[in-house]
């Protein structure tokens, strides 16, 4: 029977995502993040894919970019994020990782352009796309990517009127994206963040906040804070839960918080129960009765 052994967080590297509508503020917001994380501009680096708009902002101080065209492969991406760590970055910021699903010769339009059924399709494309997760996830290194958000308009008060407002709605990668990351930020065109995920709780119910310097500090000491331990988990040869009763628990889930806290607490459950995590969560998070097409209220 196999044992986990304790873990402590200094060995911790944030994987950390901020999606937005096009305007939000994620690529200033990312950097300032990633200086927080290291305390020194020289140790942050840039994959940019959004045509130069990394260097935007080289006032704030002298971080490194490395330009990303097309075809935006996950092949691409993964090689990129190998020669940050090899050059010794402590912070990578992918910006976005939105090409890698959806810009030219991304995942999307590698499946697209394979001829046959499209199920078959994905078998050949998905394990390309989970290698490049996982080359995120194992890296040694703080890494946080952008994600642009697919955009709707509410109707919101605005002195007195009722005016449309643009908000951010499915960020555009791959459905269930947001699970693979420690904290995920949702910033709107005011540039104010909302936590959608977190798994270091500093940000768990709190109102909106700007993404800062400070913020990214916080975090790093999350991460460095040696003190925290998990107690040892044994892995139990068959599952104790039905597969229906835990379905059952998934739909009972009436906020993201408790849907992440079922998420979390349940490693057995993730891998066979993904798509219905997937779909109470967007149960959970779009309400199609508030928002509306082309500025018309439904």
Not at 39 to 52: I, M
Not at 229 to 242: F, G, H, T
Not at 244 to 249: A, G, I, K, P, V
Request: net charge neutral.
């Amino acid at each position: 029977m196999k044992q986990f052994s304790k873990a402590a967080r200094n060995r911790c590297k944030i994987k950390m995502a901020i999606q937005g509508p096009s305007g939000s503020g994620k690529t200033y917001s990312a950097l300032l993040m990633a200086y927080g994380l290291t305390n020194d501009w020289s140790k942050v680096a840039v994959l940019d894919t959004e045509n130069g708009s990394a260097h935007l902002y080289s006032e704030l101080g002298g971080y490194s970019v490395l330009a990303l065209t097309s075809p935006y492969t996950p092949e691409v991406y993964s090689e990129a994020i190998e020669l940050a760590a090899k050059n010794g970055f402590e912070c990578l910021i992918i910006d976005s990782l939105s090409a890698e699903w959806s810009g030219s010769g991304g995942i999307l339009d590698i499946h697209s352009n394979i001829p046959g059924n499209s199920f078959t399709a994905w078998a050949k494309v998905t394990p390309r796309h989970n290698a490049f997760v996982q080359k995120i996830l194992q890296t040694d290194m703080h890494i946080i990517g952008t994600m642009r958000s697919k955009t709707d308009y509410i109707m919101a008060e605005k002195n007195g009127k009722t005016v449309p407002e643009k908000v951010g709605l499915k960020a555009v990668q791959r459905e269930d994206s947001d699970y693979e990351f420690t904290v995920v930020f949702e910033l709107n065109q005011k540039h104010q963040a909302s936590v959608s995920k977190d798994r270091t709780g500093l940000f768990r119910n709190k109102p909106e906040l700007n993404l800062s310097i400070e913020e990214g500090k916080r975090i790093a000491e999350w991460c460095n804070n040696a003190d925290i331990s998990i107690k040892p988990v044994v892995l139990q040869e068959k599952d104790e839960q039905p597969q229906e009763d835990f379905s059952e628990r998934i739909n009972a889930c009436k906020s993201i918080d408790d849907l992440i806290e079922l998420f979390n607490s349940n490693p057995k459950f993730q891998a066979s129960h993904r798509e219905s995590f997937v779909s109470r969560r967007n149960q959970i998070s779009v309400k199609p009765e508030t928002f509306s097409k082309n500025g018309v209220h439904h």
